[in-house]
Every structure is written in C-alpha cells, then in structure tokens.
C-alpha cells in the first residue's frame, strides 16, 4: 500500500505567520510521531498520538506548537507566529504500536 | 535523560572496503535498537531492528549490526559497500517500555567512491 504522505514538501513563509503541516500515516497504523530535524543533525521527537491521543507531547519546544489527530488518522502539525529557528526538516512518521516507525519524505520548513 | 552517540561524522570508503559505524546509547533500561539510512534524494528507511534475542541481527543490503549490552552499543557493520550505499545512516533508541518516540543519534554521511 501507500507510505507516509507529507504536505506540503516545501514551505517558505514570512516571520511571524502560522503554519500547518500534514502527515497522512499508512492506512490503519495505529501510531503516529512527528520529529523535526535541523541541519547536519538526526530527528528530534515532537509528538506522537496513538489513534486520536496524544501520547506524549514532551518533544515540543514551546506553546508555539501544537499537534492535532481528530479522527485517529491524518494529522496536522500548527506552528503560530514562526521565527526564524523552526526552521527545519519536518518528519512525520506512523507505526503499529511498538514496532518500527515508517517516515514520510518530510516537509522543508523555511521561516524568512 | 536518553540519548545516542555516533561517533563517525563522515566516512569516505572505497569500492569493496568493510564498514563498521558506531552507535553507543545512555539509558538503564530495556531498550530497542534501530538503525535508518537515508539515501540522497530519498526519505529515512528503517535498515535494520533489534528488540530482543540473538544479538547479531541482519539487515537489507547485506548490512548487520551487534548488540552489546555491555557497552550500550549497537554498530552497524557491511562487509564489502558499494557505491550505492553511499547515504546518511542515523542509530536509533526507544525504551521496550513504551511505544513512543526514538531518539536519535546525529548521523554519520557514508560516501562510497567508485
């Protein structure tokens, strides 16, 4: 079946505006997980939700961000009033359970 | 605090020569061990996965790792790479606790010249 999907891939936006970012996991995979990775560096966790749940949102940096997963599948990930740091490669990535993560291609975040 | 360690930034090998990356990780419990390759152009792809049992684990590609729980290590071994392994190879932890997130170590660049 279909990977991960993550939209959009690129994303130029102006200091100071909110962004939304999508994640549509593998179909039926019960785990999602957001990580965002900087240059020259591995993916750091966000979030992760199982079904609707957020499980554990321990990974985000401030109030600026915030993850929602309504109806236990698509997932969209908010950054209000970007700065110039988040930007960033976002992963997305879904699992079953404790299993193996799969990730999407991720978006390219760049805050001007 | 969890965390991973890859000592090995970039490595340059030849054609044929034997790869051995090195991941070390800090956490006292029972953990899961992966390791991720991302090849240019492409996504993060899961190579190769320990949980439990045999220790020596084997991967796509003809790629291995070893679990040395006394150490806290897990280094990814091939012995003969290819020009296509070239890629960003990332070691991975996750507690056998929960079902939550990895952490990752910063990567090691493989270039493979032809």
């Known amino acids: 079946g279909a990977g991960v999907s993550q939209s959009p891939r690129y994303k130029v936006t102006k200091r100071g505006q909110d962004v939304a970012l999508r994640c549509d996991p593998i179909?039926?995979?019960?785990?999602l997980y957001w990580y965002r990775q900087a240059l020259g560096q591995g993916p750091e966790f966000l979030t992760y939700?199982?079904?609707?749940?957020?499980?554990?949102k321990s990974g985000l940096p401030n109030d600026r961000f915030s993850a929602e997963r309504p109806e236990g599948s698509i997932s969209t990930l908010t950054i209000q009033r970007t700065e110039q740091r988040d930007s960033a490669m976002y992963r997305c990535?879904?699992?079953?359970?404790?299993?193996?993560?799969?990730f999407g291609p991720g978006t390219r975040l760049t805050v001007t | 605090a969890q965390s991973v360690s890859q000592h090995n930034h970039h490595v340059i090998l030849s054609e044929a020569a034997s790869l051995e990356l090195g991941c070390n990780y800090s956490?006292?419990?029972?953990?899961?061990l992966f390791w991720y390759v991302q090849y240019p152009g492409q996504h993060l792809q899961l190579l190769l996965k320990?949980?439990?049992?045999?220790?020596l684990v084997k991967g796509i590609k003809g790629f291995e790792a070893e679990f040395i729980k006394s150490k806290f290590s897990f280094n990814l071994r091939k012995p003969s790479v290819q020009w296509s392994d070239t890629a960003e190879y990332f070691c991975?932890?996750?507690?056998?606790?929960?079902?939550?997130?990895?952490?990752f170590g910063q990567g090691t660049t493989l270039q493979v010249k032809p």
């Open positions: 990535a879904s699992g079953q359970g404790a299993r193996e993560q799969y």
């Open positions: 179909s039926g995979h019960v785990s």
């Open positions: 939700f199982n079904y609707e749940a957020q499980q554990d």
């Open positions: 956490y006292g419990g029972t953990v899961n």
């Open positions: 320990y949980f439990s049992g045999d220790p």
């Open positions: 991975a932890v996750k507690s056998s606790s929960n079902t939550g997130k990895l952490i």
